[in-house]
């Protein structure tokens, strides 16, 4: 097990939302903690202004859904002749993980089709490909805890994020990605171990 500081200094609260802290357990486990403020119930596409776009990963990931109810939604790329074609602005992402700002970087208009959506309670797990696109779904005032393990890496990985957001470019972030503290991190540890 890696050491309080070794976990708080890769660690991340309202990691890619508003709400939802990311707690680095090594190299390859991240933990994700939705608390009931999250905005990730944004992340039905058809209803509201996403929170986390459609994305792929750079490696191949597992994930394990540790306690309460969390939608992997996955759209695969496609035409506009297709019959479920949607529109959705497509960015090249700069994370605030890899990089100290974000930035989207605006592409123009793509299509994405195929609508495909995973459940997973408490228990349940799934593996997405690097290629995958997807983002995650959580009800409104709901609360969810999921673990991510890292697989291999896709070497042709670019940072693409698909959203029915047209302003990403232009969108604040100050709230994201803000480094824990020892105590925080020493919570959100806490909450873990309830589930492990």
């Not at 939302?17 to 608390?35: C, M, N, P, Q, Y």
Request: proline residues 2%; hydrophobic residues 35%; charged residues 25%.
């Amino acid at each position: 097990m890696k050491t309080i500081e070794w976990m708080a200094e890769r660690s991340y609260l309202n990691c890619h939302a508003v709400g939802v802290h990311s707690l680095r357990l090594d190299e390859k486990v991240r933990a994700f903690i939705a608390t009931n403020n999250h905005d990730l119930y944004k992340n039905d596409d058809r209803l509201e202004t996403m929170s986390v776009g459609f994305h792929p990963h750079h490696c191949d990931i597992k994930m394990y859904c540790l306690a309460g109810k969390i939608k992997n939604i996955i759209r695969e790329r496609t035409s506009e002749d297709n019959w479920d074609a949607m529109q959705f602005h497509k960015y090249e992402f700069v994370s605030g993980i890899t990089h100290k700002e974000i930035k989207f970087k605006y592409l123009g208009l793509d299509c994405l089709g195929r609508r495909h959506v995973d459940s997973l309670g408490a228990g349940k797990s799934l593996y997405l490909r690097a290629r995958d696109i997807h983002t995650v779904f959580v009800k409104k005032y709901q609360t969810a805890i999921w673990v991510i393990e890292e697989g291999m890496e896709d070497l042709d990985y670019v940072p693409y994020c698909w959203s029915n957001c047209s302003w990403l470019n232009n969108a604040p972030f100050y709230e994201l990605y803000k480094k824990p503290t020892i105590e925080e991190t020493t919570s959100l540890l806490r909450q873990l171990k309830n589930y492990l």
